[in-house]
Nanobody, 125 residues
Framework: QAQLVESGGGLVQAGGSLRLSCAAASGRTFSSYAMAWFRQAPGKEREFVAAISSSGRTTYYANSLKGRFTISRDNAENTMYLQMNSLKPEDTAVYYC?????????????????WGQGTQVTVSS
């Protein structure tokens, strides 16, 4: 399984931007994993944010986040990113990166076997 470490979270005002990173260290080639971001707000279930195929050519987003969030990856650096723009207070959550063997068109947490520890994103109004 991949070992994943998120970074880049923090406190930002509404309308601001953050860039999250997910660095992977694994015995299996990073470029073979489908990757995803999920988030979980207090008292809510973990929800899908965005996902990217192993090659980076295919991406999926939660409908409510399209146009504001961009997922990308650099397989040479074993790192995935989430660029978040025009942040809103409702984006406040712990953001998790995840790795899995394949990418479906409707990614769910159960498809991903490796998870990071999460990074807190707080958006103030």
């Amino acid at each position: 399984q991949a070992q994943l470490v998120e970074s880049g979270g923090g406190l930002v005002q509404a309308g601001g931007s953050l860039r999250l990173s997910c660095a992977a260290a694994s015995g299996r080639t990073f470029s073979s994993y489908a990757m995803a971001w999920f988030r979980q707000a207090p008292g809510k279930e973990r929800e899908f944010v965005a996902a990217i195929s192993s090659s980076g050519r295919t991406t999926y987003y939660a409908n409510s986040l399209k146009g504001r969030f961009t997922i990308s990856r650099d397989n040479a650096e074993n790192t995935m990113y989430l660029q978040m723009n025009s942040l809103k207070p409702e984006d406040t959550a712990v953001y998790y990166c995840a790795a899995g063997p394949y990418l479906s068109s409707s990614p769910s947490p159960r498809e991903f076997g490796s998870w990071g520890q999460g990074t807190q994103v707080t958006v103030s109004s």
